[in-house]
């Protein structure tokens, strides 16, 4: 007789519009269970429970943290909390799966690293992108060398937000501005599919408030650039565009969501469109789900490594461009 599977237990700390579309991709994996929810409003913890049908509702991050039932928890909230949110739910043996960025510099993610081997909990940054399958099917065609090496690659991610300080996106304390939110998708992109620049050359536009509004960066490899781009002063056509020795690959907008992806070579064109009938969060949940289910602490996919590449490449454009978060 075939062995029954334990559902995995979910807890969603911090309630924003991810968390929405987080909530409604888990209902879509096997084994899985929206249990808890966390908000500092009770009122809106309630009702996020009452739409995903979660059992408990809480009105304190710790009080989830402190729910022995809670098996997993996916941390929602502003950047500049994720390092204490994540060490608080490691010590109390939940496995975290953090949305990006993990934390707020190599330090931070360094210390949630230690503590996750020290208490042997898993831990995952939550870098959808990477699961999904149009991306993996771009990186296996790119690793094979299949259209050969890499000749320059372009990725930019802009939209257009009214400027306003009281909101996460722009507050300079909570991380805002277009960098850690949206320039780690074409920073994500270089580095897993290049590797480690050699140099780095940005350049910034801020805010009053000193938050990046926009940011211009180039990587420079042995044999090839990435330009990349993140900006919350307009919207830009969020789009990967990788020229190889014999084709380019394009990954349509918005690139780091579920989405198609586009072939040229010699004046034909094959485009591949990889239908997702949910958000895509629902990969990465079954990717930390089968991790929990083999008793593993770490991800194969999203390794420590990796994680600890991209925050110290964030940290070096940081450097380049001027912006503190002090």
């Not at 790119?142 to 722009?170: H, N």
């Not at 909570?174 to 920073?187: E, H, K, N, Q």
């Not at 949910?278 to 930390?288: D, L």
């Amino acid at each position: 007789m075939e062995k029954q599977l334990k559902t995995t237990r979910w807890g969603i700390i911090g309630l924003g519009n991810i968390a929405h579309k987080f909530a409604q991709d888990l209902m879509t994996v096997d084994q899985c269970e929206l249990y808890a929810v966390a908000s500092r409003s009770q009122e809106k913890a309630d009702a996020f429970a009452v739409k995903y049908k979660a059992s408990k509702a809480y009105n304190t991050y710790e009080a989830l943290a402190n729910d022995t039932k809670v098996d997993a928890v996916y941390i929602a909230t502003p950047h500049a909390l994720h390092k204490e949110n994540t060490i608080m739910c490691l010590k109390k043996g939940i496995a975290v799966l953090c949305e990006k960025p993990f934390a707020m510099n190599l330090e931070e993610v360094s210390e949630m690293i230690a503590v996750a081997r020290q208490e042997n909990v898993l831990l995952m940054e939550a870098l959808w992108t990477y699961f999904l399958p149009h991306y993996q099917y771009v990186l296996n065609l790119l690793e094979a060398k299949t259209y050969g090496r890499i000749l320059k690659m372009e990725a930019d991610f802009g939209f257009y937000r009214e400027f306003d300080d009281s909101t996460r996106l722009f507050k300079k304390s909570l991380g805002g501005g277009s960098l850690l939110d949206i320039g780690i998708y074409p920073i994500f992109a270089a580095l897993t599919m290049l590797g480690i620049p050699k140099r780095i050359e940005a350049q910034a536009t801020f805010f009053k408030n000193g938050a990046d509004s926009s940011c211009d960066m180039v990587f420079i490899y042995n044999h090839t650039k990435a330009y990349l781009k993140s900006t919350l002063l307009k919207e830009t056509p969020t789009e990967a565009i990788i020229q190889c020795e014999q084709g380019t690959i394009t990954l349509h907008s918005r690139f780091h969501e579920p989405s198609s992806v586009t072939i040229s070579t010699d004046g034909s064109k094959e485009t591949k469109d990889f239908k997702c009938t949910e958000f895509g969060y629902n990969y990465e949940i079954a990717h930390v789900n089968q991790l929990i289910r083999d008793g593993k602490t770490e991800s194969d996919v999203m390794t420590f490594e990796f994680s600890k590449l991209l925050i110290k490449t964030l940290d070096d454009v940081r450097e380049v461009i001027g912006l503190k978060y002090e």
